[in-house]
C-alpha cells in the first residue's frame, strides 16, 4: 500500500510540473554600480501558473565604451524574437538563453526571418548597405548583391544644411532630383541632438513625411508621389506641450498608419487620404489605452472594460495573452518619477505591483 501511494505521489508531482507554464517579462534596469559606462543589468522577471515567482539576473550589459555607444537596450525599440533574441533599438543581438552578446554593432532592423536577422545601414562614413547575421552559424556578413532590396521605397532624404530642408531624391544611375525646395524644418530649433524625420512608405513609389514647422510645435503630414511628382497635405498637427518634440510614424494593426507626435495620436488612411486624432491606441486584440495622461494618468482598458488609472509612458507597455505590464509612474509638475512596476493578470482581472529599481527598458513577454 505504502508503494502504491509513493507511485501516486511521484505521478502527481510529474504531471504537476508538466502542467506549469511560465511567462517572462523581460526588464533592462540601469546598473546603478556602474553609471560610467552606463551599464545595464537584464532580468527575467517569471510568473508561474499566473503566479509571480520573482526575477532573476540573466546578465549585465556595457552601455558606453571608449566614450561611444555599445550595447544599449534604454535607446529606442527593442525586439524579442524566438522567445529568445533581444534585439536592442541600435541593432546589438543579445542571447538571453546563452546570456551573451552576439552582435555588438548598431545597424537598423528590418526584418527577422529564420535564422537570419536583416539591417540596413545609412552612414556618412559606412555608405549604405543591407547586412544580416545568421543565428545558426552565430556570423555577421555584410550583403553584397546589388539587387537585394527589401526595404520598400526608393532613396529620398532630406538635405538639412540649411533651413528650410530640401527634400532630394536619389534615382539609381541618375542625377539627384530636388522634389520639394521647403520641406519643413525638423528640430531646427532644438538644443539636443537632431533625430531624423521620418518617411513612411506606402509603396515604392509614394510615401508620407511631417513637414515640420519652424518652432518644433506644429506641422502637416505630406503625401508624395514620386511618379507624378505631386504632393498633397492630409493633415495637420499641433501641440503646445512641453514635452520633447517626437515624430513617430507606425503601421497599425488595420489599414492605418499611426504618426506620434508629442503626447498626441492620429490615424492616417493613406489610400482615402484622411487624418484624424486618436484618443485610444489598440495594443493588440484585448488591451488599449488612452494616449493622452490626464492628471488622474491613462485609462487602461481591457476588452473595452476600464481595468485601471496609471501615469506611464506608452512605450513602457507591453502586453500578451494572460498578462500587461507598465513601469507606474508619479507626476508632480512637469517632473515624472518611477515607482516600480505594475503587471495586470487576467485570470485575476487585477494588477499586482511589483518593486523595481529604475526601469531603463520594458522589453516585453517570453514563454518558456
Same mark, same amino acid.
Given at each position: 500500500? *505504502?508503494?502504491l ?6 505521478c502527481?508531482?510529474?504531471?504537476? /510540473?508538466?502542467?506549469?507554464?511560465t511567462?517572462s ?14 551599464g545595464?543589468?537584464?532580468?527575467r522577471y517569471?510568473? &508561474?501558473n ?6 532573476e ?6 552601455g558606453?565604451?571608449?566614450g561611444?555607444d555599445?550595447v544599449?537596450?534604454d535607446v ?13 533599438g541600435?541593432?546589438n543581438i543579445?542571447?538571453?538563453?546563452e546570456k *551573451?552578446?552576439l552582435f555588438?554593432? !548598431?545597424?537598423?532592423?528590418i526584418?527577422? =526571418?529564420n ?5 540596413? &545601414?545609412n552612414?556618412?562614413f ?8 545568421n543565428?545558426s !552559424?552565430n556570423?555577421y /556578413?555584410?550583403i553584397? =548583391?546589388? &539587387?537585394f532590396n527589401?526595404?520598400v521605397?526608393?532613396d529620398?532624404? %532630406?538635405?538639412?544644411r ?7 531624391y536619389?534615382?539609381k544611375?541618375k542625377?539627384?532630383?530636388v522634389l520639394?525646395?521647403? #520641406?519643413g524644418h525638423?528640430?531646427?530649433?532644438s ?6 524625420i521620418?518617411?513612411y ?8 513625411f511631417?513637414?515640420?514647422?519652424? @518652432? ?6 505630406? *503625401?508624395?508621389?514620386l511618379l507624378?511628382?505631386t504632393?498633397k497635405?492630409?493633415?495637420t ?8 518634440? @517626437?515624430?513617430q510614424?507606425r503601421?497599425s !494593426?488595420?489599414s492605418?498608419v499611426?504618426?506620434y507626435f508629442?503626447?498626441?495620436?492620429f490615424l492616417?488612411?493613406p489610400?482615402?487620404? &484622411?487624418?484624424l486624432i486618436? #484618443?485610444? *491606441?489598440?495594443i493588440?486584440?484585448n488591451f488599449s489605452?488612452e494616449?493622452?495622461?490626464?492628471s @488622474? ?9 476600464e ?7 506608452l @512605450? ?6 494572460? %498578462?500587461?505590464?507598465i ?5 508632480m509638475g512637469d517632473e ?8 495586470f493578470?487576467?485570470?485575476k ?6 518593486d523595481a529599481?529604475e526601469?531603463?527598458a520594458?522589453v516585453?513577454?517570453i514563454?518558456?
Amino acid at each position: 500500500m *505504502k508503494f502504491l501511494i509513493h507511485i501516486f505521489l511521484l505521478c502527481s508531482g510529474w504531471c504537476c /510540473s508538466q502542467n506549469n507554464t511560465t511567462e517572462s517579462l523581460i526588464v533592462v534596469h540601469y546598473d546603478e554600480g556602474n553609471k560610467t559606462t552606463l551599464g545595464q543589468v537584464i532580468y527575467r522577471y517569471n510568473f &508561474t501558473n499566473n503566479v509571480y515567482a520573482g526575477r532573476e539576473e540573466i546578465m549585465t550589459i556595457v552601455g558606453k565604451k571608449n566614450g561611444r555607444d555599445y550595447v544599449r537596450c534604454d535607446v529606442g525599440e527593442n525586439t524579442l524574437y524566438k522567445n529568445r533574441y533581444l534585439i536592442s533599438g541600435i541593432g546589438n543581438i543579445i542571447d538571453l538563453q546563452e546570456k *551573451k552578446v552576439l552582435f555588438d554593432g !548598431s545597424a537598423k532592423l528590418i526584418r527577422c =526571418s529564420n535564422d537570419s536577422i536583416i539591417f540596413y &545601414t545609412n552612414d556618412v562614413f559606412k555608405g549604405k548597405f543591407y547586412s544580416y547575421y545568421n543565428l545558426s !552559424s552565430n556570423t555577421y /556578413s555584410e550583403i553584397k =548583391s546589388l &539587387t537585394f532590396n527589401i526595404i520598400v521605397g526608393q532613396d529620398v532624404e %532630406f538635405d538639412r544644411r540649411k533651413s528650410p530642408y530640401k527634400l532630394e531624391y536619389f534615382p539609381k544611375n541618375k542625377p539627384k532630383v530636388v522634389l520639394m525646395e521647403d #520641406a519643413g524644418h525638423g528640430w531646427v530649433s532644438s538644443n539636443t541632438y537632431k533625430s531624423e524625420i521620418p518617411i513612411y512608405w506606402i509603396d515604392d513609389n509614394t510615401f508620407l513625411f511631417p513637414n515640420i514647422k519652424i @518652432t518644433d510645435l506644429e506641422g502637416s503630414i505630406v *503625401k508624395y508621389n514620386l511618379l507624378t511628382k505631386t504632393s498633397k497635405v492630409l493633415g495637420t498637427f499641433s501641440s503646445v506641450s512641453k514635452l520633447p518634440a @517626437t515624430y513617430q510614424f507606425r503601421k497599425s !494593426s488595420n489599414s492605418f498608419v499611426e504618426f506620434y507626435f508629442k503626447e498626441k495620436l492620429f490615424l492616417i488612411n493613406p489610400i482615402k487620404e &484622411t487624418m484624424l486624432i486618436s #484618443a485610444y *491606441k489598440e495594443i493588440d486584440s484585448n488591451f488599449s489605452v488612452e494616449v493622452e495622461s490626464k492628471s @488622474t494618468g491613462r485609462t487602461v482598458y481591457y476588452k473595452g472594460k476600464e481595468i485601471g488609472k496609471n501615469h506611464f509612458h506608452l @512605450t513602457n507597455f507591453k502586453s500578451t495573452v494572460n %498578462f500587461a505590464a507598465i513601469v507606474k509612474e508619479i507626476v508632480m509638475g512637469d517632473e515624472s518619477y518611477q515607482q516600480g512596476l505594475s503587471v495586470f493578470n487576467v485570470s485575476k482581472l487585477k494588477w499586482e505591483n511589483i518593486d523595481a529599481e529604475e526601469v531603463a527598458a520594458l522589453v516585453g513577454w517570453i514563454k518558456q
